[in-house]
């Protein structure tokens, strides 16, 4: 923005302002004549001087409109600039004309409204319960004497497909110094039915009304537009044309428009990096998926709507710009840069991707010429070598999976500073935040190592399933990320194979983990109907991620290995560029199994209906009688049953081993019972390896006999069913199907338990129980039995970094739980650790760098709290610092956690991106739930101001604050608070949240006193 339009704005701002009211106007009048009354000729003529200012007033705003009109100054101060788009702005001063208006005189109140529309649109993208909401209704301009008729063509949510896209050419110039961005993009767009108007998506950008122009392809043929308009519930800008648009012709829409990069994280935005000299240095990223490539150009932005992009960047010359494709050309003009790339295959619009930076990157080219760099902050691009190992082993073994190679011949993975989500697939050019990214040897953990590997390879599996083929609609993301999710762990199968991923990560981290979220009636089915863009935002859930990857390694367990990638490789070779929805990819499945199976009325059972069943197994005589029914662990169990499309059964493959026969059988139920053989005096282990997404329940002698069998070998059962025995047994007793002390039983075994997914499987279960028992004398004997149980291993692993992921995860696992049961050995070690690291500078072995920071804080006072913060400031790895601040909010003084919540405020100290970090960390031990807890209830009102535009943010807390509550007395509170002081967004899960407090109230009603009982009869050397 050059001064001569900062000098327009302050005038139209002016001009506003006196426009706005008659008071204002009042005032400013007098303002101007008093100035005018030093001179003498004026003060004896105050008559004329009333008229001549009222004409001067006039002319100026007549000028004024005229002039801005020329230069198309259409948005907004440069303070609005460099406020953030998350701050709600108290006043606008964007002016003018480019949404219909159809009198002038409400120019002013137009504007004024916009800047709110432009907030309530933010707003209402996080909430879909505020999207349709009266202010949205009232800032939607339509032409006056035109109602909006029902079933006019912009009141519709999706597009009509009378246009579709075939090439946008964009040119976008982003100024750093200046925070702002200015486009143009001519799309290219073919007709398939006559039409009129000609709609598209814009949002938070300020078009120039007189750029908009409309042409057939290659012709000077310019349509005249009747009328154009934003109609803001739909994010469209609409054109009616005075002539139709002919079906079969291709035509040519022309847009100007100009935008405000904020540190908002969507669409292009603003991010920063502090040098390790202290200066801060800016750069832009985008995120466009799901719906903010409409913030960054205008577009046809549904992700069936491919098309090729054209894109020329032009920058300040100190920075680098990178996008999907390589760059074209390159030219240097008075210190900007301007760069053209290729244009791109035909994708989906929220793929495409740009960064500015100056940011340095590590190279790798491969056999056939692809090209892969990894970029990061110049000083730590050492952090980037493990990724670039990794993207190059993915990409290599993608190619071989699928039989294709990538239509690309490069890809850029880049490690962004403020990033929203774990990392995005864009085509040629990955974004991440910086821990999924960057693996400093001997910093990061191997917990990060696992993160970092799985998060590469599930953005380049991404670029066969996702980029080449794509869901036709956000109904089916659930396809996109199951595959995505499923896949890397082919990708790590094949790379680490001594890591036993499937059971490590698969079966432990993400199947269990969504099990119990899908057991309650608030879930989803994986396939949902998706209307707003809020419904797309909310769909990004571990239902459609874990659960989706789950029911597909189900699909996977059925038809066999070699069939599922037939099944595939035909389905992305078939689909490639295009879009397909669930029923084309079953049908694919289908012929790849020689119609074997009818996958799809299989999995419809999956993915329609949300769930999944509990099969029951009852002895009779020499058969077992399977029976199958919807699992649920919360209450009202009857209240919701919407959903159910098949009347909640499903066709499940019931797999099994016998104490006679291991090899695996399969027995399908089709939506129905089933009978399979018994041999008296034999065990029988359902759901083998843990590959059906289901739940089994044995009768109670036959959990004694498995857990008998778990005490003299345990290894006779796969580890994963091990871990399924204890995780199926616990929540069968939340559910009060199966009594606690029958799932405590399974677990006296673990003395011996070597493997890490029982272990985390047990801690998952058991957590529960003993959060909602911290408050109450039986947390003494809780402690006392986890101590019995993890001494021996603990007392048996040696605190080493050697060995396979698996083993380290372990000695990771029991190291954690030995210090949080306080096992005396264990917490002077880590102390010492500690201590040694404080005053000696000694490098800590970085997979048990966590415990230790957390036990040094826990252990100690202001000292060591603020010497863990203090490092945690200075440290340049991303990973080492949420250890440190998760090690923060673990420590046993309140002063210090609550002084800890109350930096959330506080952007110099905890960045945006981290708050919802800093609550669940805090989140994690009685006490730091105790200070969140209160700060919920003391803050509420600077909570929802602060963070009340963060749909996401707000749930989470609530979420993450309340879930272990189990007294009448905060119920009623939170209660009162939630009711009195309803918070903006986030309503649904304050409901939620009583909810569940109101269960953990029953819960401790119906089972502390077995739960009790059990412990005192199981616990050594207590009273
Ligand atoms: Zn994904």
Not at 664 to 670: A, E, F, G, S
Request: glycine share 4%; hydrophobic share 40%; aromatic share 12%.
């Amino acid at each position: 923005m050059d001064k001569k339009e900062n000098g327009v704005s302050s005038l139209t701002k002016e001009l506003n302002g006196m426009a706005s009211s008659g008071n204002e106007k009042r005032d400013l009048f007098v303002e101007y004549n008093t100035d005018r009354r030093t001179g003498c000729y004026l003060s004896r003529f105050q008559v004329t001087c009333l008229i001549l200012g009222n004409l001067f007033i006039l002319c100026t705003a007549v000028a004024l409109v005229a002039f801005v009109k020329k230069e198309r100054i259409i948005y907004g101060s440069v303070s609005d600039a460099v406020c953030s788009c998350q701050t709600p702005r108290s006043h606008t001063n964007v002016t003018v004309d480019y949404l219909y208006v159809k009198n002038q005189t409400s120019l002013t109140v137009l504007t004024e409204n916009l800047a709110e529309t432009e907030n309530s649109t933010l707003e209402e993208s996080n909430n879909v319960e505020d999207s349709n909401n009266e202010e949205s209704e009232e800032t939607t301009q339509l032409p006056e004497e035109e109602a909006d008729p029902e079933n006019a063509p912009w009141r519709k949510i999706r597009l009509s497909r009378d246009l579709m896209p075939l090439l946008y050419e964009i040119n976008l110039e982003v100024d750093l110094e200046n925070l702002t961005y200015r486009g143009h993009v001519n799309m290219t767009l073919i007709c398939t039915n006559n039409t009129k108007f000609v709609i598209f998506h814009i949002s938070h950008l300020f078009l120039d009304k007189d750029s908009v122009k409309v042409s057939e392809n290659g012709t000077k043929n310019v349509f005249k537009i009747l009328k154009q308009f934003r109609y803001i519930i739909n994010q469209f800008w609409v054109m009616e044309l005075d002539s139709e648009l002919s079906a079969g012709t291709v035509y040519k829409v022309s847009v100007g428009y100009r935008g405000f990069l904020h540190e908002d994280l969507r669409g292009i935005y603003l991010s920063k990096y502090v040098t390790p000299e202290g200066e801060i240095r800016r750069l832009a990223a985008t995120q466009l998926q799901s719906t903010d490539a409409r913030k960054t150009f205008p577009c046809m932005d549904e992700p069936d709507m491919k098309a090729a992009f054209q894109l020329t960047l032009t920058h300040q010359e100190e920075y680098e710009a990178i996008s999907n494709t390589p760059r074209k050309s390159e030219r240097l003009a008075n210190g900007w840069k301007t760069v053209e790339f290729h244009a791109t295959p035909v994708m989906s619009t929220y793929l495409l991707a740009i960064v500015i930076s100056d940011f340095t990157h590590r190279e790798m080219v491969l056999d056939n010429g692809y090209n892969i760099r990894v970029w990061s902050q110049p000083d730590k691009i050492k952090q980037t070598e493990y990724a670039i190992d990794m993207v190059m082993k993915c990409y290599n073994f993608f190619t071989e999976y699928f039989n294709i190679t990538d239509v690309l011949t490069k890809s850029d993975h880049v490690a962004v500073p403020d990033f929203s989500g774990g990392a995005m697939e864009n085509w040629g050019l990955v974004l991440y935040r910086e821990t999924a990214l960057l693996y400093e040897h001997g910093v990061s953990s191997s917990e990060n190592k696992l993160m970092v590997t799985l998060i590469v390879a599930h953005e380049v599996a991404h670029t066969w399933f996702g980029n080449m083929v794509t869901m036709r609609w956000w109904d089916d993301l659930w396809l996109n990320e199951g595959f995505a999710s499923l896949l890397m762990y082919f990708a790590m199968d094949a790379i680490y194979p001594d890591w036993n991923v499937f059971t490590l990560s698969v079966v432990a981290k993400e199947v269990f983990p969504v099990m119990v979220k899908d057991a309650l009636t608030t879930s989803h089915p994986v396939s949902t109907p998706i209307a707003t863009p809020n419904d797309i935002a909310e769909s990004f859930d571990s239902i459609s991620y874990s659960k989706g990857m789950a029911i597909l390694r189900m699909l996977m367990g059925f038809v066999g290995w070699e069939d599922f990638q037939k099944g595939l490789r035909t389905y992305v070779s078939k689909f490639k560029y295009q879009n397909a929805a669930m029923d084309q990819l079953w049908d694919t499945f289908t012929e790849a199994v020689n119609y074997k199976y009818d996958i799809k009325s299989t999995m419809n059972t999956w993915t329609r209906q949300m769930g999944y069943p509990i099969i029951t197994m009852h002895a009779q005589g020499d058969s077992y009688y399977l029976t199958q029914s919807r699992f649920l662990l919360d209450d009202g169990k009857t209240t919701n049953s919407n959903g159910g499309m098949y009347d909640y059964k499903w066709v499940v493959p019931f797999t099994y081993i016998t104490e006679g026969d291991q090899e695996v059988q399969l027995q399908w139920m089709n939506k129905s019972s089933a009978t399979i053989p018994r041999t008296t005096d034999s065990w029988i282990l359902a759901n083998y390896e843990y590959v059906g997404y289901y739940r089994v329940n044995y009768e109670v002698d036959m959990w004694a006999q498995l857990a008998g069998i778990l005490n003299r070998n345990h290894t006779e059962f796969p580890e994963a069913n091990r871990a399924g025995l204890i995780g199926d047994s616990f929540n069968l007793a939340r559910a009060k199907i199966l009594d606690y002390d029958v799932a405590l039983n399974m677990t006296t075994y673990l003395k011996y338990e070597r493997g890490y997914a029982p272990w985390v499987a047990f801690l998952d279960s058991v957590e529960y129980i003993r959060s909602s028992i911290s408050k109450s004398g039986a947390y003494v004997l809780m402690q006392k039995y986890l101590r019995d149980l993890v001494a021996p291993v603990f007392d048996s692993i040696e605190m080493t970094m050697e060995g396979n992921l698996p083993e380290r995860y372990l000695r990771q696992t029991i190291l954690k739980l030995a210090c949080n049961v306080g096992y005396k050995r264990a917490v002077e070690y880590a102390k010492g650790m500690f201590y040694h690291w404080k005053n000696d500078g000694i490098t800590l072995p970085s997979d048990f760098a966590s415990m230790i920071y957390t036990v040094g804080v826990s252990e100690g006072g202001m000292e060591e709290w603020d010497y863990v913060w203090n490092r945690s400031l200075s440290t340049n790895v991303a990973v080492e610092r949420e250890m440190l601040m998760q090690a923060l909010g673990q420590s046993q003084k309140p002063w210090l956690l609550w002084r800890y919540a109350n930096w959330i405020f506080d952007p110099s100290k905890i960045r945006r991106q981290d708050v919802r970090l800093v609550i669940s960390y805090l989140s994690k031990r009685p006490l730091g739930r105790m200070i969140s807890l209160h700060l919920l209830m003391t803050k509420w009102d600077r909570l929802n101001e602060q963070f009340g535009f963060d749909n996401f943010l707000l749930r989470e807390t609530i979420s993450e604050v309340t879930q272990f509550v189990n007294s009448e007395f905060e119920y009623k509170q939170l209660r009162t608070l939630f009711k009195d002081h309803p918070p903006k967004v986030a309503k649904k899960e304050t409901q939620n949240s009583l909810a569940l407090i109101r269960a953990n109230i029953n819960w401790m009603d119906e089972n502390y006193d077995v739960i009790t009982d059990w412990l005192r009869d199981h616990v050594v050397g207590m009273l």
